[in-house]
């Protein structure tokens, strides 16, 4: 059974770049029939989808975030990424990665999430 | 792109059925049979409960099920459960190909 978990800095200064990586467990990522997907969850509110990425290439973009999200795979360490950058404190949120089937529109595999705060 | 809307709360007593909505437009939950539902105890990862508007993933109980009628989405919960108490999200496929979830209800079990 795949497995996900984030991790990554739970602290980054405003105008900084916000990195984290997602570490699949279980399985290949590049054949698991999956795209890759962020999701975020600022303190108190609800989810709010970032981006998702298939290991070929293929990419699905919110477009409120897309000008400032950078989002990869990398298959040899079975892991994919998030970058975003220019942070506000807008950007403070439990950040989780997830999968959903391919074909499909959701998300059935979630990692248990990891407070970003956006503070000097 | 709007979030789908949800009410903010919704309770009911041990055993009762209550019936939460998701309201979206033409441009998702009117036009795709591709609506999601997941439900979120206090500091834990969302778990998917109902997916494509119908389907239940292995694990679910039935008591959980899934509808659609024009532009709302509708989830209810049988045999309303203590363990059911939590925040429970609509989210349904895009016309721009993209993904919109709802803004979240809170269910209390009184």
């Known amino acids: 059974q795949l497995r996900l978990q984030e991790s990554g800095p739970g602290l980054v200064k405003p105008s900084e770049t916000l990195s984290l990586t997602c570490t699949v467990s279980g399985g290949s990522i590049s054949s698991s029939d999956y795209y890759w997907a962020w999701i975020r969850q600022p303190p108190g509110e609800g989810l709010e989808w970032i981006q998702s990425?298939?290991?070929?290439?293929?990419?699905f973009y919110s477009p409120s975030l897309r000008s400032r999200v950078t989002m990869f795979i990398d298959t040899s360490k079975n892991q994919f990424s998030l970058k975003l950058s220019s942070v506000t404190a807008a950007d403070t949120a439990v950040y989780y990665c997830?999968?959903?089937?391919?074909?499909?529109?959701?998300?059935?595999?979630w990692g248990r999430g990891t407070l970003v705060t956006v503070s000097s | 792109q709007s979030a789908l809307t949800q009410p903010a709360s919704v309770s009911g007593s041990p055993g009762q059925s209550i019936t939460i909505s998701c309201t979206g437009t033409s441009s998702d939950v009117g036009d795709y049979n591709y609506v999601s539902w997941y439900q979120q105890h206090p500091g834990k990862a969302p778990k998917l409960m109902i997916y494509d508007v119908t389907n239940r993933p292995s694990g679910v109980p039935d008591r959980f099920s899934g509808s659609k009628s024009g532009n709302t989405a509708s989830l209810t919960i049988s045999g309303l459960q203590a363990e059911d108490e939590a925040d429970y999200y609509c989210?349904?496929?895009?016309?721009?190909?993209?993904?919109?979830f709802g803004g979240g209800t809170k269910v209390t079990v009184l």
């Open positions: 990425v298939y290991y070929s290439g293929s990419i």
């Open positions: 989210s349904s496929y895009t016309s721009s190909t993209t993904v919109v």
């Open positions: 997830a999968g959903w089937p391919l074909g499909s529109w959701y998300f059935d595999l």
